[in-house]
Every structure is written in C-alpha cells, then in structure tokens.
C-alpha cells in the first residue's frame, strides 16, 4: 500500500519548522515515518531547518539527472525534495516534508496519495515571529509578508493547524493529524 505524503504549508513565519521540529522529536524511532530533509540552495549555517544546502550549480545537475521528486522556487532561492522520498511511499511509509503552497497541484499528479497539512496563526503574530526569528533582514522580512499565493486548489485533501498559542500545543496537533488514518 503506498504512503501518504504530508505536505506542510503557510505562510513564511506561520511555525512550519518549528512544529516539524517537535513532530519529528516526537516521532523518532518510530519507522512508520520519514520526516523529508530538502535541498535547498541555501547556506548551510543560515539558520532554520536542517536541509542540504548545494549551489546553483549543483542543484541543476541534480535535476538534470533525477535527483528530485519536486522542484520549487521562492523567495530568490531553489528548493528539492529527494527522488527517494518516492521509494519511501512505494514502501507504505509516511512522509512529512515543508513544502511550497504554489506546488500543490503538480504535486498531486505525482504522489497517489497527498494531503495538505496548512499551517495558520493571526498575521499580527506571523508578522512578529518573522522579526523576531532574525534570519532575514527587514526587507526580505517585508517581501514575506507580502508574497501572494494562489488559494490551494479544488479536490486536495486539506487539514488545518492553527498554531495561535504555545509551541507545545501546536506540535500535539500536528502529531494528531500525522497519527490519524486520512480517507
Ligand atoms: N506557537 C508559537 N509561539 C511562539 N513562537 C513561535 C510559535 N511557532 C513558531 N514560533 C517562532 O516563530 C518563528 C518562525 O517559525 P518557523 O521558522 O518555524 O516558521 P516557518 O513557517 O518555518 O517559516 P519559513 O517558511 O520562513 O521557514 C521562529 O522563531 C519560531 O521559534
Ligand atoms: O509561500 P509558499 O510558496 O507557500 O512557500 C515558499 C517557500 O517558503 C518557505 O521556505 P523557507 O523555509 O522560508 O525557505 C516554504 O517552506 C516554501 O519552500
């Protein structure tokens, strides 16, 4: 039986990594899930999540030749998520990977089985955690806040997280709706 790849969305500074962060610590050990580690042209000492930071360069060589399941760009920067990941699905595991909102539909003509984890808190607070997270400078801050995307699309099995209190809490609900069987 194949997998059901989690792709959590929202927007920059709603919590993403941070509530993968705890799901993850939360799950460890346990083999039913594969928590994605992507590819991004990024210096590897920038802060945020633990991905694999390749050059320009390097990240189109790799997609030339395969290297990816998806491809994404956003904020001046490329983004990849492992061909392997694939092999995890075909094996019935779970997979739980940050993702971009504008990649949804593409996404879905790839994996059988997806479901859209939308991360959400008041923009007030998206805002504050942005500056206070200090990775960008005011004006990448600003860009942030301003990105537009377009609204997820029709058919795609969507869940919601609103992470609006403690990072404790927010974690326990994204570990819920990673537990739970989806349709
Ligand atoms: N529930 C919360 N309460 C308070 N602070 C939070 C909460 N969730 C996340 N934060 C803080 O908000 C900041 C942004 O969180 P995080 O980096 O996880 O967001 P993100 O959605 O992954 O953003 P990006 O898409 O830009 O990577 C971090 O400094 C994090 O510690
Ligand atoms: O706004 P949308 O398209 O949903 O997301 C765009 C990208 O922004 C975030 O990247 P980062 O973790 O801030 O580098 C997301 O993880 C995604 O890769």
Known sequence: MTGTLFLVVGPSGVGKDTLL??????????????????VITRAADAGGEDHEAVTTEEFA??????????????????????????????AG?????????ATIAELGQIVPR??????????????ARLRARGREDEAQVAERIARAVPALPAGVDVVRVVNDADVASGVAKLVAVLSAPRP
């Open 21 to 38: 962060d705890g799901a993850r610590s939360r799950l460890s050990g346990d083999p039913r899930f594969v928590f994605a580690r992507r």
């Open 93 to 101: 595991r779970t997979v739980v990977a940050n993702g971009s909102r």
């Open 114 to 127: 997806l479901t859209i984890v939308e991360i959400t808190a008041p923009p007030e607070a998206v805002a």
């Open 61 to 90: 060589r790799r997609k030339a030749t395969g290297g990816f399941l998806l491809t994404w760009a956003a904020h001046g920067l490329n983004y990849g998520l492992p061909a392997a990941l694939l092999d995890a699905l075909a």
